[in-house]
Nanobody, 126 residues
């Protein structure tokens, strides 16, 4: 499985961005997908996750109400719509494929994801 994120950039506080993660491989449509982020000097942290059908989602408290995760299995793509961006959202954002070991459960931790993209930089200026 290969994952390629896109859509990052430099924006001002209050702006919006939509990240995309294009996946290759047949496992995409049956796997949960997650978004994580890592700021300089910080550990990678959970942002959002979505189950295989798109019917169940989970969010970190810090982004709840501002970010929305969605997926299009026909396009093998997962999205992260980010609204009302804040300077503290500045980080490299990664998408990841959920491990089959946790099928049916959304896990807000990196150990539950097997494949990762290279990341896309999001910078929010104040």
């Amino acid at each position: 499985v290969q994952l390629v994120e896109s859509g990052g950039g430099l924006v001002q506080a209050g702006d919006s961005l939509r990240l995309s993660c294009a996946a290759s491989g047949r496992t995409f449509s049956s796997a949960a997908m997650g978004w994580f982020r890592q700021a300089p000097g910080e550990e990678r942290e959970f942002v959002a996750a979505i189950n295989w059908s798109g019917g169940t989602t989970d969010y970190a408290d810090s982004v709840k109400g501002r970010f929305a995760v969605s997926r299009d299995n026909a396009k093998n793509t997962v999205y992260l719509q980010m609204n009302s961006l804040k300077p503290e959202d500045t980080a490299v954002y990664y998408c990841a494929v959920g491990s089959a070991r946790f099928r049916g459960v959304l896990v807000a931790a990196a150990y539950a994801y097997d494949y990762w993209g290279q990341g896309t930089q999001v910078t929010v200026s104040s």
